[in-house]
């Protein structure tokens, strides 16, 4: 019995694997030659699952001056309280990152964030991850 469940199980694995594989290889990369930087006012603060980065991530939604929005994925959740990254509703922000179509629409991968002084880095100049 445990043998046939340890089966049925690996059969459930190996079928699954080709979608989590073409999700993660589906993420666009990091562009330089797309960076942008982008000031607006955060509408909104999001974690959720999230394939750029492979786990939970954090998001914020800026409200940018012709009043759309914009989705800014930062990092995994983990690392943004780790480090007590703390962003909320009506900060304004300046976004550096690469700007690119992700999940049909267009979305910032945030290199390095500012509020009024204090500055946040989430990638590193050539857009490697810092986490």
Not at 20 to 46: H, W
Not at 56 to 61: D, F, N, S, T, W
Not at 87 to 111: P, Y
């Amino acid at each position: 019995m445990k043998t046939w469940l340890l089966a049925v199980a690996m059969v459930l694995v190996i079928s699954a694997w080709p979608a989590f594989s073409q999700q993660k290889s589906n993420v666009p990369k990091y562009d330089l030659a797309q960076e942008v930087t982008v000031k607006g006012v955060v509408d909104e603060v999001v974690d959720r699952n999230c394939p750029v980065s492979g786990t939970l991530g954090a998001h914020l939604i800026l409200k940018v001056a012709s009043g759309d929005t914009i989705e800014v994925h930062l990092a995994p959740t983990k690392f943004v309280k780790n480090y007590e990254l703390v962003f909320a509703k009506g900060d304004q922000v300046e976004v550096v990152g690469s700007k690119v179509n992700f999940e049909g629409k267009d979305t910032i991968f945030a290199r390095q964030i500012t509020r009024g002084t204090d500055s946040f880095v989430f990638r590193d100049d050539k857009g490697k991850p810092v986490w």
